[in-house]
């Protein structure tokens, strides 16, 4: 399952909470947009006190509206201190992608598309005073940015308090949930349905359930997702039961009745 | 359980790495696996609890792995043992025993082959004094400081059979 939206005024995915409180952070999620023509707005971390040229925030985007259509990840950290870094590698429309940024420290920062295009920059910058998590928008004291009028829809959103490696985005983008990458460090994971229901827009590490102001859908997610797994049990050799009458059946995990 | 009986399977992504110089999450042909790499030493932990089925026998632990690229070499694997117990380790560190090994096993020719390596171990202190009915961890680790064999190796499944 996954989530889409139309990106006009109003319709997103928020909460007056935000996973982190500065850099180590990484964000990721899984997104497939409509067009390769508008600017998407994935997940974004900001103060929504502040207005919009004084602004801190990690934003993470969908740039369909950039030559290349290059995912971008921008971090504000006050006024006229915005640093932009793109991948080397665009996306298409109606495909599902996998995008992430990492800020491992203040002067580390990079964006990936699908595990891969890295961009990197070491310009310093380290956002404060963040209260707000969205996917969707971007909302300031004054006004609030939405993007694009097309739809797009995504999953498995995720804030690790941790700068992930280069490895472990690659892991993300071939399919394992961000419940398999450094678990330990993982703040925020919105599954948006799949093995988790449909229509339930909490985040399953307790920061707190997603909002739906405007218009949202719950659609099909496209792509695998490799949940991590539980040990099998063994139950003997041939020489041991079942008996005819053996009551019991081997399931993954555990015994259970037949 | 009569020796050679499965006490627990583990896939690779049931694995949690370490916290440092961990294991790494991929997939080959669509099939999930666990990279690790061939300059450093990483390691991949497992959680259970042993079955009353075990009979004190002992264990031995199966490795099923598969190289990304490499058909000749040999490679080296370590697991090691952290009874969780009642009471018995306080989960807010670690102590895993000893590790025990096993050297110098000649990679498959073909990088596809998936070749199942054994550690042997003997009950009491060599597997942390782990019994039947109790949580413990078992930490599996490339030796790849040792090892020859280049690139990854991909674990895949760890079996776990009385001895």
Sequence with gaps: MAVETNAAAGNRLDVDVAPVSGVPVTMACWFNASDATSLYRLPIINDKDLATASGHWFALLGRGDVVGDPVHYHIQAGVGSIIEISTTTGYTANMWHHACSVSASATSHAVYLDGGGKGTLTTSRSPTGLDYFAVGVLRYSTSSYFGGSSTFRYAHVAVWNAGLVDDEVAALAAGFSPLCIRPESLVTYCPLGGRFGRGDYKDIMGLASLSTPGSVTDVDFGQKVIYPASSSLGLGSSASPPAADFPYTLLHGGLGIA | ?163
């Design chain 2, 1 to 163: 359980m009569a020796s050679g009986d499965t006490l627990l399977v583990f896939p690779a992504w049931s694995g949690v790495p370490t916290s440092s110089n961990g294991a790494t999450f991929d997939t080959r042909n669509n099939h999930p696996c666990a990279d690790f790499d061939d300059t450093t030493n990483e390691s991949l932990v497992f959680s259970g609890v042993m079955p009353q089925q075990y009979g004190g026998g002992g264990v031995t632990v199966y490795l099923h792995y598969a190289m990304t690229s490499a058909t000749s070499g040999d490679i080296d694997w370590d697991a090691a043992f952290e009874r969780i117990g009642d009471q018995q380790q306080d989960v807010d560190s670690d102590s895993f025993a000893s590790s025990n090994s096993v050297d110098n096993t000649t990679v498959p020719g073909t990088s596809g082959n998936v070749d199942i390596a054994s550690i042997a171990f003997t009950d009491g202190a060599d597997m942390d004094s782990v019994a039947s009915g109790e949580e413990f961890r078992i930490k599996v680790t490339r030796d790849a400081t040792s090892d020859t064999a280049s690139g990854d190796a991909e674990l895949r499944h760890v079996e776990i059979r009385e001895s």
